[in-house]
């Protein structure tokens, strides 16, 4: 199973990023998906998870600004993040549940400028 992030960059603050995850080698359908994160000197921490039938659950900090999707015909998990914050400075990786185990991506920087 292979996940591979894109869509990170350098934005302003208040502008917008859209990340997606594409996962391929699944040999079962994908269960649940994640978006976590992981800034300098931090731990990494839950941004949102979206289930098989489209349950979505954010971090309470994130949900007004950060909306989580997926297209399940195409294997591909997005995350919009609007209103973008310094803060919001990371490494942002996905995580698909398939069969009994957790893969993650290598994740994509994403820096918001002051």
């Known amino acids: 199973v292979r996940l591979v992030e894109s869509g990170g960059g350098l934005v302003q603050a208040g502008g917008s990023l859209r990340l997606s995850c594409a996962a391929s080698?699944?040999?079962?359908?994908?269960?649940?998906m994640g978006w976590y994160r992981q800034a300098p000197g931090k731990q990494r921490e839950v941004v949102a998870t979206i289930t098989g039938g489209g349950r979505t659950h954010y971090a309470d900090s994130l949900k007004d600004r950060f909306t989580i999707s997926r297209d399940n015909s195409k294997n591909t998990m997005y995350l919009q993040m609007n209103s973008l914050k310094p803060e919001d400075t990371a490494v942002y990786y996905c995580?698909?549940?398939?069969?009994?185990?957790?893969?993650w991506g290598q994740g994509t920087q994403v820096t918001v400028s002051s």
């Open positions: 080698g699944t040999p079962f359908s994908i269960k649940a």
């Open positions: 995580t698909a549940n398939v069969g009994p185990d957790w893969y």
